[in-house]
């Protein structure tokens, strides 16, 4: 199938196989009755036309791309090798079909461009919403800056406001972290400190006091094996974040949430298990699919299909990996070995 000719340094063809033929539909006299460059796309006669004055100084033509118009009016894209036989003032030259390449080329650039194009309305998208909802959060703020407690006498009333204090301070906390994160994500390299599993808990723990103690949820802590890693503070508290609210969130009706985290080290291996006592799940029907984007499992109204696939997204993004182990309404296992 490859295109096979001969060319005279007078820029006709004086011969051609079959193949030339058949692919740009003229006649071999046709062929052979008007000059190269006539065939040539009218965009690429001129950069051809340089070239082929090297092959006429002796210079071969290696790897070259041009577009052919064949008798039909299609466009081709053929790729030579050209080698100039000097004595004879001839040309011998060999082209393969590249159209479907090009045409494949082509189609991966556009779907590039629409993905950066996407990626960056996403990317806007994400910081705007969250820089603009730090101004009714900070409203809320102020608004508890004007409060006098000390004309309020209801207990209840004072510690629900004080839950509603926490809630709002740590949503203005989290919503700074984030607007600083997308700023920071176009770096290739993402920040890493020591982080402390106590006080990195500690702190996701307070920012949702209110849904932890409405859920009576009990805790098992044991970091003695491992204080902390080397990680991304952020990332690690969106870790225990979403974990926590999770099990809040699928814990088995009538059952208060207990949940387990612990630290351990196996050889070089470095881990945190999270375990809790909640809905599980299939993991023969839905094993392959729980870090999924949009992936739901249980019939929960606030449910989005997000906070899994953010986890393993932090952890992986780093190196590390993240195992689950599960039975339904036996709650869940989630191993996460950090690099």
Known sequence: MDLLCIAGYDGYFKKVNPAVVKLLGYSEEELFSKPIREFIHVEDRDLTARYRENLKNNVPLVNYENRYVCKSG???????????????????????????????????????????????????????????????????????????????????VLETLDYMKLATEGLNKSLNNYVDLLSKKDQLNIELEEVDFEITLKLVKSSISSLLGNANVTFKIDFSALRGVRHNTNNMESIFLNLLTNSIKYARPDVP???????????????????????????????????????????????????????????????????????????????????
């Open 74 to 156: 299609e466009i081709i894209w053929l790729h030579w090798t050209s080698i100039p036989l000097e004595d004879e003032k001839l040309v011998y030259a060999i082209a393969k079909n590249i159209t479907h390449k090009k045409k494949l080329e082509k189609e991966r650039i556009e779907h590039l461009i629409n993905l950066v194009d996407k990626n960056q309305e996403l990317k806007q998208l994400n910081y705007t919403t969250s820089h603009d909802l730090r101004s009714p959060v900070n409203n809320l703020l102020s608004i508890f800056g004007f409060l006098d407690f000390s004309k309020i006498d209801d207990d209840e």
């Open 257 to 339: 949430p207990v949940i387990s985290i612990k630290s351990q080290v196996e050889g070089e291996k470095k881990q945190l298990i999270y375990s809790d006592n909640g809905l599980g799940f299939d993991m023969e029907k839905f094993g392959s699919k729980i870090f999924g984007l949009n992936q739901k499992f249980h019939i929960k109204g606030d449910s989005k299909g997000v906070g899994l696939y953010l986890v393993y997204n932090h952890i992986n993004s780093l190196g590390g990996t993240i195992a689950v182990e599960s039975e339904v309404n036996k709650g869940a296992t989630f191993t996460i070995t950090f690099k």
